[in-house]
């Protein structure tokens, strides 16, 4: 009988805490300039000049919307190939379904927000109303993501956030 030996990650690669944070701060920018692209659109709308400002940000909205998809595409081919770690500390099965369904639900928010935006962008208005109601939806996930990371990190102390901010 052969033995296999099974190593279980206890945190994330380098290369994965980078595209946390990277996809952090895009989206963190991406809800605050967001409206320059709505105005931009309406102007467009209206047969109206659009702000240079409005201009401006609605391009910088665009390209960081690809950059959340490309960014997004490979967590995603990271998370299948490397794996994630098991949730720290001793968790009840319910609280690790409540986190799984967390992480699955931000990652669609985060590949359809983008998808929607580019499809909304080139041509189908209707997508562009389903890619205005992300911008809430997103707020929440990532507001109870935060405050779940927190929670296990400092009420727990499970050592949850730690594992985002140092490779293991």
Request: proline share 3%; aromatic share 6%.
């Amino acid at each position: 009988m052969e033995a296999t030996l099974t190593l279980y990650r206890t945190g994330y690669s380098g290369l994965q805490i980078g595209l946390h944070w990277a996809i952090v701060a895009m989206v963190a920018v991406q809800l605050l300039i967001g409206e320059n692209m709505t105005e931009l659109v309406e102007a467009a709308e209206e047969g109206e000049a659009a702000k240079a400002t409005d201009v401006l940000w609605g391009n910088v909205h665009l390209w960081l919307g690809i950059a959340i998809l490309a960014v997004m595409l490979a967590r995603l081919v990271l998370r299948v190939t490397q794996g994630v770690p098991q949730h720290a500390g001793d968790t009840s099965p319910m609280t690790k379904l409540a986190a799984s369904a967390l992480h699955g639900t931000l990652y669609v928010v985060l590949l359809a927000a983008p998808i929607s935006g580019l499809v909304s962008y080139y041509g189908l208005a209707d997508i562009g109303e389903l890619h205005g109601a992300s911008r809430p939806i997103l707020m929440l996930l990532v507001l109870l993501h935060a405050l779940a990371a927190i929670y296990n990190q400092f009420v727990r102390k499970d050592g949850t956030l730690s594992r985002m901010l140092r490779p293991q």
